[in-house]
């Protein structure tokens, strides 16, 4: 498969000195079962891929790692700090998740209401400066204020990830004024995490110009999700595109696009 | 004598390294991360460390996530 550079000619996606080649990164939660996951990911044309940090269920009748079924010499493991609440069990995990021995990336998640997992800024702050501290190259998932963003670069995230909108609710992009605006201002890239529910979604959210996207749930719950990675792989590269191409400017009125002369008496 | 493990109680014998545990419960040390009363203990270690009564033990690993 050729990359998404290749495709569009595009330069690759850099975070914390790491570069990438697909501005696309997938979760594995949530799938109907493991091969479906491993095609789907394959399929999507990922390099970053997330995972979270639970205990080994001791009972071994059950569930396993999901790394027996990913190779981390093939995709980069992003370790997340999903289901965390408070600053501190964000960090207790990503220590946890560092100690794995992949690398010292994490996808910083603090929780702040369980109703609409929105993102509690006050402890993400908190934890990601400690993080930061520690030499861990924090991703830090937040909502789509730019004042928490800019705040998030100053305490050196490597990367600041607004999301569309809320985790798992598929409903698109809802302020890509205030994407924009975290695109603008920030220096570090910021990758877009959450929300989105079709190819639209993602082609639309590349087209406002940031850097990357993250999802989950639209692939894994979507009928077919092998299809719907391949979507989203199409949508992602379209959106980049179009971007780099720098669209039209909107008019309010109606501009032919034939000739107006040489018509007919 | 008694250690909690993923938050249930389990009887362990006297003595016992944490490297043994994970060998009694059939995991691999590449394959977990082990925390041992809130800290981490590197995979080298393991050995070393040996649990006493009541003491707190956590094995993680990655799981499907977002």
Redesign the interface.
């Known amino acids: 498969m050729t990359t998404a550079v290749e495709t569009i000619r595009d330069t690759p996606l850099e975070i914390g000195g790491r570069t990438f080649q697909s501005r696309l990164m997938v979760?594995?939660?949530?799938?109907p079962d493991m091969d479906t996951?491993v095609r789907a990911i394959d399929a999507s044309g990922a390099e970053v891929v997330?995972?979270?940090?639970?205990?080994?269920n001791?009972d071994?009748s059950k569930?396993s790692?999901?790394?027996h079924f990913l190779d981390p010499k093939k995709i980069f493991?992003l370790?997340?700090t999903?289901g965390c609440y408070t600053a501190a069990d964000a960090i207790?995990y990503a220590?946890?998740?560092r100690?794995?021995?992949f690398n010292d990336f994490v996808k910083l998640e603090v929780i702040g209401d369980e109703e609409t997992l929105l993102p509690d800024v006050a402890g993400l702050l908190e934890a990601a400066k400690v993080l930061v501290q520690e030499g861990f190259k924090v991703l830090a998932y937040t909502n789509e204020d730019l004042v928490t963003a800019l705040r998030l670069e100053d305490a050196g995230c490597a990367a600041v990830m607004p999301l569309a909108s809320p985790?798992?609710s598929g409903l698109g992009l809802l302020n890509p004024f205030s994407v924009r605006t975290i695109k603008r201002r920030l220096h570090v890239p910021v990758i877009v995490d959450?929300g989105v529910g079709t190819a639209s979604d993602a082609c639309v959210t590349m087209e406002q110009g940031v850097d990357g996207i993250?999802?989950?749930?639209a692939i894994a719950a979507a009928q077919d999700p092998v299809s719907m990675a391949q979507a989203m792989r199409l949508a992602t590269i379209a959106g980049r595109a179009a971007y780099l191409a720098g669209r039209m400017p909107r008019r309010e009125v109606a501009m032919p696009s034939s000739p107006t002369r040489g018509m007919l008496d | 004598m008694d250690v909690v493990i993923n938050g249930e109680r389990k009887q362990v014998t006297r003595g016992t390294t944490l490297l043994e545990l994970l060998k009694e419960l059939e995991l691999d040390p590449r394959a977990v991360v082990v925390e041992h009363n809130a800290r981490i203990v590197r995979r080298a270690g393991l050995g070393e460390v040996t649990v006493a009564e009541g003491d707190a033990i956590e094995l993680v690993h990655f799981v499907g996530g977002g």
């Open positions: 979760g594995t939660g949530k799938y996951m997330t995972v979270a940090v639970r205990r080994v001791l071994r569930e790692s999901v790394l493991l370790a997340n999903a207790r220590r946890l998740a100690e794995a021995g985790i798992g959450a993250l999802m989950n749930t």
